[in-house]
């Protein structure tokens, strides 16, 4: 009996003394430009800016339990729209939605957990609810759903132009007036992520996609950061940044602008986070992860001169790059057919009547004929002089009169060649160690080629 | 992998492989006696094949397999794949068997509307004459004229070594510019289609043994060039460019000399009272041959012609806009045809 007694006092310590180890964020969702809600599974707090700046509380405790649904789920892991009094919360992977309205958060749909569209953009336009690309069933897919309030169920709705075929994948998004920017994403299969470095555009109004070019290359084009990455509407800007980074991009899109920032005051940041107004608004675990607190910064000090700026797409430094390149091979392929032409050897083409290239040609006499062929059926292009010497003598002309006829028709042929292609033919040298011994060589930058006719 | 690693790559794959390709074909067609005849129109009077083309098609299907399959190359594959294949087996059989005029001409047509049909065509004149959106009846018109002139554009001009496939390789490193800052999943063909030149490029200069574009070749570069146009022409497609140039205009400039050469034949051969299509030598660049010019020079100082027209045009365009612009280039394009080709 002391043993019980001693065991219930030991409890009740236990249970008054204990710390509650609080490890769930609120979920923050933006009411309108000065206002904010945070919920958690057991009521919600609408926090206000007053006058001076201030933020005041008004909590309340939900007049009906959550859905059991959403009872198993982190609530900062479900996205969620707001229109003004009314938030919709969509199930990770869609399908399910919910609603919260006059202090109820109620499931409103009559679907089921589709899980095809996780990491999918949940957004709403004319008071209509979309989803938009996504993960799940392993690949990617760019499909765009719209709830249907009447029959509770999402339907597919058609888009035309050039859709991202094959998925959104941890994608940026960002909605400015009728246009959705959906860029910085992933083609995912069962065995892949490829990066689509394409900025694409979607109206909301036609539902046609349009691609605007390839974004910058500023951006890390590796799956495993991606799903890092805490991603943060602002005005008509999105703000990029990694947990415990000291660099932050605000992003453009309709001004094609990228503005890196750098900050030490951001390094608590997490992804749970909203912007009201001017105001960051973040929750951030303590170090005993026993409760949170709220934190609130002024953007108009974070952001007061970005240390770099880039274009978000189309990147002309990119193009420019690219056109020196491009240029530097058109060069060099010119200068390469310009100087293998110069040097290599030029062919002309010897038949029974004449010499010719592709272009020119000029006739040729027998003697001539036969001289050329000598030289071109040698092995060095090389032909001694009493070879040729031997060709014109005859019995019924002296000797000096054969030579004569010899040099005659050497020199013609020079001429006549030189004449039509301005080059030396034929060349005459002496062996170095018998400079009697002449010889006729064709010059060096000739190769003749024999053809049959 | 860095994206430019592989263009590099490929790039070089390319190169290789073409020129391997060219010479094994080569062989391949000499020994089957597939040569090309000699006669008073042709520019060679050597050993010729018009295996080129063919060997040009076969680097570009393996390259392009290569960079399918490790995922980085996305070429609408359909009906452009269609269309490029059938221009390359009209040309093929066309070098074997000689195809009648008008066959040929109504299977352009056919290849035109596979890929006008397939999403690729003209719909905007992009304030040429003032005018920007257009009829869809009317852009599929301009859109298959477009294709029929450019593949007879570039069929024509390819009468001297080197002179289609630099006038190609120029387009292609154009286009491709345009391609990599705004479509990039396209660019890798454009390393692939260079090299691949580049390798023919290497056989086609050869003094003895030379390969021939053949009209697989030619047919096949225009189904690709023309293509490549439409596709800039789009209006729904994003270029760079649009700030600094007019699309048509800079489409106009990169296929300079194939269109001006071919606009001056027609009308030239109108005159004459012949047909357009007739063959003869009245082509700008065998007006350089005749002047003494060999080929490869008449063939270098068109292209730095066209590419001096191409820089004078986008450094004038912000200044002076189109119609100066224009104006400027035919007064230009004169005074050179009186210096140079008179």
Redesign the interface.
């Known amino acids: 009996m002391i043993l019980f007694f001693r065991f219930l006092v030991l409890l009740f310590c236990f249970l008054s003394f204990s710390q509650e180890l609080v490890t769930e964020l609120p979920l923050l969702v933006k009411k309108d430009s000065i206002s904010f809600y945070s919920f958690s599974k057991k009521g919600v707090s609408v926090f206000s800016f007053n006058d001076k700046g201030k933020l005041t509380e008004d909590y309340k405790g939900y007049d009906k339990p959550i859905p059991r649904s959403l009872e198993s789920l982190e609530l900062t892991g479900v996205d969620a729209v707001s229109n003004g009094d009314i938030v919709y919360f969509i199930y990770p992977g869609g399908g399910i939605l919910y609603r919260f309205k006059n202090n109820v958060i109620e499931r409103i749909d009559e679907s089921f957990a589709h899980r095809n569209q996780l990491s999918g953009k949940f957004f709403m336009y004319n008071k209509n609810l979309y989803l938009l690309g996504g993960y799940g069933y392993w690949e990617s897919n760019s499909y765009l759903t719209k709830f249907n309030f009447q029959s509770g169920s999402w339907d597919l709705v058609s888009v035309s132009?050039?859709t991202p075929k094959k998925g959104i994948n941890q994608g940026s998004y960002l909605q400015k007036d009728n246009v959705l920017y959906v860029f910085n994403f992933y083609e995912t299969s069962a065995t892949?992520s490829?990066y689509?470095?394409?900025m694409y555009e979607l109206n909301l109004d036609d539902f046609r996609w349009?691609?605007?070019?390839?974004i910058n290359s500023i951006f890390d084009n590796e799956i495993e950061k991606a799903y890092s990455y805490i991603k943060l509407s602002f005005s008509e800007s999105l703000i990029v940044t990694f947990p415990k980074s000291f660099v932050f991009q605000l992003i453009t899109p309709n001004k094609n602008l990228v503005e890196i920032y750098k900050t030490e005051q951001l390094n608590q940041f997490t992804e749970n986070s909203i912007i009201v107004g001017d105001n960051l608004i973040y929750n951030t675990l303590n170090a005993e992860n026993s409760g949170f607190s709220m934190v609130v910064k002024t953007l108009s000090e974070l952001l007061s001169s970005p240390s770099k700026k880039e274009l978000l797409y189309?990147?002309?430094v990119?193009?420019n790059i690219?056109?020196i390149v491009?240029g530097s091979?058109?060069l060099i392929?010119?200068l390469t057919?310009?100087v293998?032409?110069k040097t290599s050897h030029k062919?002309f083409?010897l038949s029974s009547d004449s010499i010719?290239?592709?272009?020119?040609s000029i006739p040729i006499t027998k003697n001539e004929t036969y001289f050329l062929k000598l030289l071109t059926n040698s092995r060095s292009d090389l032909v001694e002089n009493t070879l040729i010497l031997n060709h014109f003598k005859n019995d019924s002309i002296s000797l000096d009169a054969s030579i004569k006829r010899k040099n005659n028709m050497i020199s013609s042929l020079n001429k006549k060649f030189f004449g039509r292609f301005d080059i030396i033919l034929i060349t005459k040298g002496s062996d170095p160690k018998d400079s009697r011994q002449v010889y006729y060589t064709l010059s060096p930058s000739i190769?003749l080629?024999s053809?049959k006719t | 992998m860095s994206d430019y690693f592989y263009y590099f790559i490929f790039l070089s794959l390319s190169i290789l492989v073409s020129f391997y390709l060219n010479g094994y074909v080569f062989r391949m067609f000499s020994s089957s006696k597939m040569l090309d005849p000699v006669n008073e129109r042709s520019s060679h009077k050597t050993q010729a094949t018009r295996s080129g083309g063919l060997a040009l098609f076969l680097t570009i299907c393996i390259c392009y397999a290569l960079a399918s399959s490790v995922g980085i190359l996305k070429v609408p594959y359909g009906p452009v794949a269609i269309g490029v294949t059938l221009m390359a087996l009209l040309g093929f059989v066309d070098d074997l068997f000689s195809i009648r005029y008008r066959e040929k001409f109504f299977l352009q047509l056919f290849a035109g509307l596979i890929i006008v049909q397939g999403g690729w065509s003209i719909d905007s004149f992009h304030g040429v004459f003032g005018v920007f959106e257009i009829p869809e009846w009317f852009g599929f018109l301009i859109s298959m004229f477009v294709f029929i002139v450019v593949i007879n554009a570039l069929n024509l001009i390819d009468g001297l070594d080197g002179l289609a496939s630099l006038v190609s390789i120029k387009f292609f490193l154009i286009v491709g510019g345009l391609l990599l800052v705004s479509e990039r999943e396209m660019f890798l063909f454009f390393p692939i289609i260079i090299g691949a030149l580049i390798g023919f490029l290497g056989h086609n200069f050869n003094a003895s043994k030379k390969v021939f574009l053949g009209d697989t070749g030619s047919l096949l570069l225009g189904s690709i060039i023309a293509f490549f146009i439409l596709f800039v022409l789009d209006s729904s497609n994003s270029i760079i460019t649009d700030p600094y140039i007019s699309r048509p205009l800079l489409m106009v400039l990169a296929l300079f000399y194939p269109l001006l050469d071919t606009l001056r034949a027609v009308v030239l051969r109108s005159f004459k009272g012949q047909s357009p299509f007739v063959a003869d030598r009245i082509h700008l660049h065998h007006r350089l041959v005749d002047k003494g010019y060999e080929h490869w020079a008449a063939t270098i100082l068109i292209l730095c012609l066209s590419v001096f027209f191409l820089i004078i045009n986008f450094i004038l365009y912000a200044k002076i806009g189109l119609t100066l612009c224009v104006l400027t280039t035919v007064v230009l394009c004169l005074i050179l045809y009186k210096f140079l080709f008179k």
């Open positions: 132009g050039q892949s490829i689509n470095s394409n349009s691609k605007k070019g390839v189309n990147d002309v990119v193009f690219y056109l491009a091979i058109l392929l010119l057919v310009f293998y032409f062919a083409y010719y290239t592709e272009e020119k190769k080629i053809k």
